[in-house]
Every structure is written in C-alpha cells, then in structure tokens.
C-alpha cells in the first residue's frame, strides 16, 4: 500500500553549496531516502576512466553506458548507486581524477539519458521501502528529473566559502570552472527554477539550513 503522504524535495545547488550535507540531515529527520545524484555521475565516470574511455570518446561512451547494469542499495537512509553489480569505493569516486572530469562526462547527452529513467525511479524506490519521502539533489533535479516535486529547494554560497568546504572535506578543484561546464552545457544545465526556494548556506550553520529545509517540507 502506497504512502498517500509521500513527499518529494528536489534540491539543486552548484559545488560546495551544501547539498549532501543538508538532504542528508533532512533525510534522517524526516525518514525520507537520499539520493545524491552527483555520486551517479562519479560512478559512471570513474567506470569509463577505468575502462580507459575519455570524454571524447564519444563511440567508446555511448557503447560503454549502454552496457552498464544499475541498480539500487540500500544503506540506512541513503539510497547507493549499484555500478555492475557493486556500489563503488567513496573515495574512488572523489579521487582528483574523477573530480576533474565528472563535469565532462556529465555534460555528455548519453551518459545523462542512461541515468535520467533510473533516477526518476527512486521515487518509487523509496515508497516501496517505507520512506516518508524523497530527498533527491543534483544540478537539474527541479528543472528535469523531479520538476513537479512537493517542494524545491536552490541552495548556493560565495565561491570563498564553497571552495574553504571543499578543502575541508580534502578536496581540491575548481568551484569556479565545474560552474561554468554545469552551467553551459546544452542538456539539463544547472539553472534555479522560479519555483525553488533560494537558500545561502554562507549565512546559516548546517542545522539551520536543514531546520529550514525540515520547515518548508512539513508546513
């Protein structure tokens, strides 16, 4: 029996805004999964490094993606991408090469069609699994994958402070240019839609920003 109170919250942001960090506090508070959608096109991009494809081997991608298996794992609240039947390594994924192409490989119209049916169908993932929601984030949750979601939530901060949390969390790229390369690219930009709820992440503390979040999704 479906939830009839099942809610989702599509939060968009560029790098370093806080959306992992928020959706998954707000996810444990309100029991909802968490999907970060940004981990999916690491995972894919470190499968293509791995396989020695490069951004433009556009053949290679398109063959590669289409052979992929991608199924869902479950762990406490946060819903994990399954890459061929295995969740790959956190810090794999986060590695300086992998953080250096992602914005390349996610701006290849391919790769965002091999995920956009598998990430429109965490919703019912995690009303199968009893969730009261779905917290999904990314750059084009609220203009693509969710665009009818109960609740949408842009979240942003100055370069400075998104680039001192980057280097907090041990790594280093560029906030400057994965904005631009997510921002201009022709399919599924990073854009704030009108209907989203623009939050600074540079003025509040983390609890705010997720008491903020916690507030819009239940009023």
Avoid: W
Avoid at 1 to 28: H, L, Q
Avoid at 85 to 99: F, K, L, Q, T, Y
Avoid at 164 to 175: C, K, P, V, W
Wanted: glycine residues 6%; charged residues 25%; aromatic residues 4%.
């Amino acid at each position: 029996m479906k939830n009839t109170d099942f809610k989702i919250i599509a939060i968009d942001g560029g790098a370093a805004s806080g959306k992992s960090s928020t959706s998954k506090g707000v996810s444990k508070a309100l029991n909802y999964m968490h999907v970060d959608t940004g981990s999916h096109y690491r995972s894919i991009t470190l499968a293509l490094i791995n396989a020695g494809i490069s951004p433009g081997d556009k053949a290679d991608i398109i063959m590669s993606t289409k052979a992929l298996t991608l199924e869902t794992e479950i762990s406490g609240v946060s819903a994990n991408l399954k890459v061929n039947g295995s969740v790959p390594d956190d810090a794999a994924i986060r590695s300086p090469e992998v953080n250096g192409n992602v914005s390349l490989f996610a701006a290849i119209p391919e790769i965002r069609a091999s995920l956009l049916d598998y990430q429109k169908k965490q919703a019912q993932v995690a009303q199968e699994k009893g969730f009261n929601g779905l917290i999904m984030e990314g750059r084009d949750i609220c203009s693509v994958i969710f665009p009818k979601a109960n609740l949408k939530v842009f979240l942003h901060a100055d370069e400075e402070a998104r680039r001192l949390r980057r280097a907090n969390d041990g790594l280093q790229d560029s906030i400057a240019k994965r904005d631009e390369i997510d921002s201009k690219r022709k399919i599924a930009p990073l854009i704030y839609t009108e209907d989203s709820v623009k939050i600074d992440t540079g003025l509040l503390s983390l609890q705010e920003v997720i008491d903020k979040v916690c507030e819009l999704a239940t009023s």
